[in-house]
C-alpha cells in the first residue's frame, strides 16, 4: 500500500503530460541540432535493427530503446572520452550517443568481424573504450560495481575525469545496486548513476515490484546529490548532467540522475505489442505523444521556422550514414575460427606451459 502523501514521480508518469515542446531558449542553435542529429542516429539506426531482426537477418536478442534517446543524448553532451561508461542489455543508445561509429553496432549486431566486439557479443555486448564506453553486459546491475571501481581508479589518479553508471528501473532492484551507492557515498568516488526509469523491467510495471516509483528515494538514503527529470526532454536532461557532473568532478563525490522515459518496443525485439511473450496492455499510443525528437523540433522551430532545412538535412544525412554502414557491415566476413581461438586463450604463455 503506498503512503497517501508520497508524492513519488508525480505528473511525470503521466503520458497525458510534459508532451509540450522543449523549451531551448538560450540554446546555441548548433548544439542544439547536434543534440537532434544525435537522436535521429539513434532512432533510425534501432529501427533498421528492428526491421533485421524481423526479417531474420539479425538474431542475437535486441532491447531497443527506441523512445528513450533523449537521456543517452543529453547525458554524453556532458562527458568526454576520458570518462568511463558502463551500460547494460539496452545500450545501443549509450554507443552511438557517446559518437561510436553506427557501422561497429551495425556489424555487430550481425556478427560480423568488424563490429564493435569483433561479432562475438551481439547487441548486449558492445564496447567503444576510445569514445569512453567501457562495457554493457546484459546480466541486470553487473556494472553497476564495476563502474564504481573505475571511480575508484580515477579517484586515484588524479585528473577530474568520471565513471558513469547507466542503469534501469529495474537494476535498482538489485542489490549491487544499493551496495555500490553505498560504497561510492562513503569512499566519495566520482560517479554519476543515470537510472533510466522506463516504469518496467520486462513485462512488470513498477507498481507491482517497489513501494515507490521514484528512485531518488536511493539517493536520498545514501545522502548522495540527484535530479529527478523528464527523460524525454534532452534540454532538461543535459542541464541536470552538467549541474551534477559539476558536483561530481570538482567535489569527488557521487551523484544520481533519475530519468523518467519510455520505450517503445516490447523488452527483447522489434514488436510493440509484446513483452517476453506477455501481450502489452499499457497506454502506448499517448506515450508516443511524449516522443523526444518530435519535442525538440517543435521547441527549435517554435523560434525559427527557418531550422526546418536543417532538421530535414540532419535526417537525410543519419539515413545515408546508415544505408552506407550497413551495406559496409553486410560485406565484412564473419569471424574466423583462429579469432575464436585467439579471444578465448592467452598467448602469453611462459616456458613451464603456465600462463
Ligand atoms: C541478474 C539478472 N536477472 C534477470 C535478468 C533478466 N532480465 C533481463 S533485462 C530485465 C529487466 C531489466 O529492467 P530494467 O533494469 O528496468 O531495464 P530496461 O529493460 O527497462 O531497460 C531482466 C529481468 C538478467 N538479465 N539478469
Given amino acids: ?44 539506426a534501432e ?12 538474431r542475437c536478442p535486441c532491447h531497443l530503446g527506441i523512445g528513450q534517446e533523449a537521456v543517452a543524448v543529453g547525458v554524453a553532451s556532458e562527458l568526454t572520452s576520458s570518462d568511463r561508461c558502463f551500460g547494460a ?55 553497476i560495481p564495476i563502474a564504481v571501481g573505475a571511480a575508484l581508479a580515477l579517484k586515484l589518479d588524479g585528473g577530474n575525469f568520471v565513471a558513469v553508471s547507466f542503469l534501469g528501473d529495474g537494476a535498482t532492484e538489485e542489490g549491487v545496486f544499493h551496495e555500490s551507492l553505498n560504497l561510492a557515498a562513503s569512499m566519495r568516488l566520482p560517479v554519476l548513476f543515470v537510472i533510466e526509469n522506463n516504469l518496467y523491467a520486462s513485462h512488470l510495471h513498477i507498481d507491482y515490484r517497489q513501494p515507490g516509483d521514484a528512485l531518488v528515494r536511493y539517493a536520498d538514503a545514501h545522502h548522495v546529490v540527484r535530479e529527478l527529470v523528464d527523460g ?20 569527488r563525490r557521487p551523484a544520481v540522475l533519475e530519468a523518467v522515459t519510455y520505450r517503445w518496443r516490447g523488452h527483447v525485439g522489434h514488436r510493440e505489442d509484446v513483452d517476453v511473450g506477455v501481450e502489452r496492455r499499457d497506454n502506448l499510443p499517448s506515450w508516443k505523444q511524449r516522443d523526444p ?63
Fill in 1 to 44: 500500500m503506498r503512503d497517501p502523501e508520497y508524492e513519488g514521480l508525480g505528473t511525470l508518469r503521466s503520458p497525458e503530460e510534459h508532451r509540450t515542446p522543449v523549451v531551448t531558449t538560450g540554446f546555441d542553435e548548433q548544439l542544439l541540432l547536434r543534440w537532434h542529429r544525435a537522436m535521429v542516429l539513434i532512432r533510425r
Fill in 47 to 58: 529501427e533498421v535493427i528492428a526491421e533485421m531482426i524481423e526479417s531474420g537477418e539479425v
Fill in 89 to 143: 542489455h539496452r545500450s545501443h543508445s549509450h554507443y552511438l550517443a557517446l559518437g561510436a561509429p553506427v557501422e561497429g553496432l551495425l556489424a555487430e549486431v550481425l556478427g560480423r568481424s568488424t563490429g564493435c566486439s569483433g561479432g562475438f557479443g551481439g547487441s548486449m555486448h558492445l564496447k567503444a573504450p576510445e569514445f569512453g564506453l567501457v562495457g554493457t553486459v546484459p546480466i541486470v546491475g553487473a556494472t
Fill in 232 to 251: 524525454n526532454n534532452v534540454v532538461e536532461v543535459a542541464q541536470a548532467t552538467k549541474r551534477l557532473l559539476a558536483t561530481v568532478r570538482s567535489e
Fill in 293 to 355: 525528437i518530435a519535442r525538440l523540433e517543435q521547441g527549435m522551430l517554435s523560434l525559427n521556422p527557418q531550422i526546418e532545412n536543417q532538421l530535414a538535412k540532419n535526417r537525410s544525412e543519419v539515413d545515408l550514414e546508415i544505408i552506407e554502414a550497413l551495406s559496409r557491415a553486410r560485406a565484412a566476413p564473419y569471424p574466423n575460427e583462429s579469432a575464436v581461438i585467439a579471444s578465448v586463450y592467452s598467448t602469453s604463455v611462459n616456458s613451464k606451459g603456465s600462463v
